[in-house]
């Protein structure tokens, strides 16, 4: 299994701009999530999903848009990217069922630079 | 709003030594607790999870839970240089978006040869 797949691994943008970052897991895990980790802080959920065609906000949402189609791919666009918007992006994974605890799998990052 | 706080170090120790990582948290009603190591460029990598009060150990590592103190810590025996890295603190709430995590800023860890 290769696990969390993340593409790009790097991007530079410009003010304005739009860009989806790719994410993908084989694992069958019905959940999945988008953080951004900007340097020296934790991780802050942008957008999770509970399984194909349900997706939720998390934390910080605003300029950001996700969807899920398939099981084992969970896109994150960014419209109009702005400076803020530059950090790391991880996606990771979970399986959720009866007595399970929510252990999560991440991929590898995008680093997002917006000039 | 729910709060994961760790010390953000960072935390030296020699090579042999034990390390101690400490977290504590907002929510009494959390549920289960994890432990993420981050080597610098990387991604989190889960090393340890614990969901009941007390001690589990996995080879050098050992989490701690007193949900009475709502606290959780990571003791890292016999420290290498190689787990130089940052720990993250990992807490999933009781609250009803249970399906979260909330994470802590991370502790920056040196272990020196």
């Known amino acids: 299994n290769a696990g969390v797949t993340q593409t790009p691994k790097f991007r530079i943008l410009k003010i304005g701009q739009s860009m989806t970052l790719q994410c993908t897991q084989d694992?069958?895990?019905?959940?999945m999530y988008w953080y951004r980790q900007d340097p020296g802080m934790g991780l802050k959920l942008i957008y999770y999903s509970v399984g194909a065609g349900i997706t939720d906000k998390g934390e910080v949402p605003n300029g950001y848009n996700v969807s899920r189609s398939t099981t084992e791919d969970f896109p994150l666009r960014l419209e109009l990217a702005a400076p803020s918007q530059t950090s790391v992006y991880f996606c990771a994974s979970s399986y959720l069922g009866a007595g399970n605890y929510n252990e999560q799998f991440f991929g590898p990052g995008t680093r997002l630079t917006v000039l | 709003q729910k709060e994961v706080e760790q010390n953000s170090g960072p935390l030296s120790v020699p090579e042999g030594a034990i390390a101690s990582l400490n977290c504590t948290y907002s929510d009494r009603g959390s549920q289960s607790f994890f432990w993420y190591r981050q080597y610098s460029g990387k991604s989190p990598e889960l090393i340890m999870s614990i969901y009941s009060n007390g001690d589990k150990e996995d080879g050098r590592f050992t989490a701690q839970l007193n949900k009475a103190s709502q606290y959780v810590s990571l003791l890292i025996r016999d420290s290498q240089p190689s787990d130089s890295a940052t720990y993250l603190c990992a807490v999933k709430e009781s609250s009803g978006s249970a399906r979260q995590l909330t994470f802590g800023s991370g502790t920056q860890l040196t272990v020196l040869p």
């Open positions: 694992m069958n895990h019905n959940y």
